[in-house]
């Protein structure tokens, strides 16, 4: 094979992976401003990707990106270990996790930096359709100070963000701070997931002290 066939080959390689970055990244409809600083961590899960099956039988997928920023660079941070667990009653086609007629729910299991901030914060957004729309059952993390699930993190849903139908975002503060969660989206019947978008971030105080809101949590990262 000649140069020129080998740069074909080159060039058309690398405009499919960024074809495919960009049609990962297009349903990143409202990202956070904090993205980029210090301490943060952006997961995405896009359900074109192929699944593995786990042990128990259900759909395993790993995220399509997990980049942490603020360091000076962009490095994969614990990307063995995020993955994202189906219960039995979701099911997967290229392009979209769905439920039939019984709900269901997926476990997005994300490794964030260790530190010793109090405060977590998690930015969800979620790009779906059908005939319901998918929430934010639960987030949960270890007991930061051994690790254990014996005294976990349960996070407080601090505000839902006006957006159009298909899309949703759901802002959530962990306190005190585990270093992983698990997020659990419920899944109404006859209703399709097709990405999600996890960003965190680790701060020293709350937002303040009035109750929190789209408005002070901006402000906390002005």
Known sequence: MGWFQRFLITTAAL???????????????????????????????????????????????????????GDGGA?????????????????????EAFTLEEPGQIDFYLVNWIDEYPYKHLWIQITY??????????????????????????????DILPTEPGRRVEYWVLQPNPDREHIYLDIPPYTDVQQILVDTISTPSPVASEPITL???KALFR
């Not at 943060?40 to 899960?45: F, L, R």
């Not at 319901?132 to 601090?158: F, I, K, R």
């Open 75 to 95: 490095h994969t941070l614990g990307n063995a270990f995020t993955h994202a667990h189906f219960t039995d009653t979701v099911f997967w086609r290229p392009g």
């Open 129 to 158: 359709g059908g005939q319901g729309t998918p929430w934010v059952n639960s987030v949960v993390g270890p007991d930061p100070m051994d690790g254990s699930w014996t005294n976990p993190s349960y996070g407080q849903l601090a």
């Open 215 to 217: 408005d002070s949590i």
């Open 15 to 69: 405009t499919a992976a960024a074809l495919g970055c960009n049609l990962a990244m297009a349903d990143d409809f409202l990202p956070p401003e904090f993205r980029g600083d210090e301490l943060t961590v952006m997961a995405e899960w896009d359900f074109v990707t192929d699944f593995t099956v786990d042990p128990y039988n259900h759909y395993n997928y790993p995220p399509d990106q997990l980049v942490t920023v």
